[in-house]
Nanobody, 116 residues
Framework: QVQLVESGGGLVQPGGSLRLSCAAS????????MRWYRQAPGKERELVAT????????YYSDSVKGRFTISRDNAKNTVYLQMNSLKPEDTAVYYC?????????WGQGTQVTVSS
């Protein structure tokens, strides 16, 4: 069955870094664009970054541009989110999403907490 499993979240101090991973299975990963979303308590889910199937186009929200980097390894069926210069406002549950015009899959999320 389809699975998206996020990992790499945790507690980090402001200014620190984390690298999230999302391992995919059960579908043809290389045909799907991949997104990272996040949701902070009491807030709506926010799109953070997008990478197309062949990594030809990448999008970042203004709130993370210049600090976060999305990448993918189609041979490993994995998408990454490198997060640098983390701020307390980056605290959220981060979700991996795989989508095409016909399908939309979600992971279970991984908690990122930025606090001193």
């Amino acid at each position: 069955q389809v699975q998206l499993v996020e990992s790499g979240g945790g507690l980090v101090q402001p200014g620190g870094s984390l690298r999230l991973s999302c391992a995919a299975s059960g579908f043809t990963f290389s045909r799907y664009a991949m997104r990272w979303y996040r949701q902070a308590p009491g807030k709506e889910r926010e799109l953070v970054a997008t990478i197309t199937a062949a990594s030809s186009n990448i999008y970042y929200s203004d709130s993370v541009k210049g600090r976060f980097t999305i990448s993918r390894d189609n041979a490993k069926n994995t998408v990454y989110l490198q997060m640098n210069s983390l701020k307390p406002e980056d605290t959220a549950v981060y979700y991996c999403n795989a989508y095409t015009l016909f399908n939309n899959y979600w992971g279970q999320g991984t908690q990122v907490t930025v606090s001193s």
